[in-house]
DNA sequence: TAGGCTAATCATGTATACAATATTAAAGGC
DNA sequence: GCCTTTAATATTGTATACATGATTAGCCTA
């Protein structure tokens, strides 16, 4: 039984109609960010409308939705698989977290409260937890919701969703350009990172997420992997 | 025969599949963005199906793409009606132009050629002269397509991206905060931004750019309108 | 045996039929 | 006469059937 199998088996009883849609949507986004889907995976429609037990209706509802957040890739009459994001793509994306994400620091460090500060170092404890335990899937996963979960203390919903899709596909790229082992986040960054927001030091904070973000790219290698066709006519010349 | 029935019938021949989807997309979308459909507006399934001959299935499709891009709003069971945004959501959409676009403007200077200034010349002087003829709608979406093709620029294409759909989303805003008649961007300004992006001057364009976004906000009138389901209980006391 | 052709299989694209639910209209009671 | 209840209608949700186009395997030929 494979995994997506297993996950759909948890978590999806029998709920009605919408909520199965979003749980079912959640599962396969989660297998993508977790990195058990691998980038390159095809997702074929009959096999998930078996896993699932909904009809192909259904599943092609979901694997748009995920289309348009870019974590697969749509191909017309070849079907869905998981995006396989070139080096342009990841330069793109860290460039959008470094604007965005350290745009909103100033805005978290203001409106961060005790509360909010105590849940992020849960957080930040469950991901080294996670990562000790060499559950490395939930640890990319908990590190993403980390990012995400701060951009949603700034109070601007449409921000968060951005964030959300960035680090989503953060997760791709490092599937695809990280080195094994290297999760992308340091342990003790986001640690740190709290400790400057709680001290109401946007500024501080900012400059730390600009580095800590610095740092995990740095940590790739852009390669463009395995399969991308080999053009023939570039190795041999004309 | 109404707007979106000439303009589908304008748009979409006999193309084929995915071509045919796309343009009816674009269509409906602009319709949006142009104001022709108002915020509020319903949409059903079987009359969209019937304006542009195909099967509801192809219109669902179309549907979900532009709820996820909070075009339209999706409610279960109630179909879909062009979103009407809250005061909230404006003021994230605002926020979120302001860093993402502002943050844009050094790439941009950097990167601007003298043929990219030259469309975008072409592209303030098209919105300038559909003002003038009084052609409201297509001022409002030309003036949301130099913003976007602005972005474009940068050579960011998730940031380009992100800005596109916070300028759809603007168009809404203007539809209903804002006043009749003025419709967001100053006449000039976009020349004026021009010429800070082509003598390469990131930072005064930054500035500028700052500017041209608090006016277009400060234009609207926050006050949440009409339709919000009168609450009598509210209104008469227990 | 390698290359290319053909046929069979498999996967996706699209429409339609049917079921479930919301909306509207009508009728009846207070 | 107005509000509530009930039936009719209209609209969305879901599955399935069929058509179209890709992929693969097998076969034939050189």
Do not use: W
């Not at 995976?41 to 078996?50: C, Q, S």
């Not at 009809?55 to 017309?76: D, F």
């Not at 959008?96 to 404890?125: N, Y």
């Amino acid at each position: 039984m494979s995994e997506v199998q297993m996950a759909a088996k948890r978590h999806a009883p029998e709920k009605e109609g919408d909520e199965r849609h979003e749980t079912i949507y959640r599962v396969v986004s989660d297998a993508i960010v977790e990195q058990r889907l691998k980038p390159g995976a095809r997702l074929r429609e009959d096999a998930l409308a078996e896993v699932f037990n909904i009809s192909r209706t259904g599943i092609r509802k979901i694997l748009q939705r995920l289309a348009l957040e870019q974590l697969v890739t749509l191909t017309p009459r070849r079907g869905a698989s998981v995006t396989r994001p070139t080096a342009e793509e990841a330069k793109d994306v860290f460039d959008a977290r470094q604007l965005i994400e350290c745009g909103l620091m100033p805005d978290v460090a203001r409106r961060i409260g005790e509360k909010e500060a105590a849940e992020l170092r849960d957080m930040a404890r469950q991901e080294r937890q996670a990562l000790r335990s060499g559950q490395q899937s939930i640890a990319i996963r908990l590190s993403a919701d980390f990012h995400v979960r701060l951009a949603q203390l700034s109070g601007n919903a449409t921000l968060a969703e951005f964030v959300e899709r960035l680090c989503s596909r953060s997760s791709l790229i490092l599937a695809v350009y990280g080195h094994r082992g290297h999760l992308g986040c340091e342990s003790h960054d986001h640690d740190d990172l709290i400790g400057y927001l709680e001290a109401g030091n946007g500024e501080r904070a900012k400059a730390f997420m600009s580095r800590h973000l610095k740092a995990i790219e740095a940590s790739l290698s852009m390669v463009e992997g395995e399969d991308n066709v080999p053009d023939l006519q570039d190795i041999f010349g004309s």
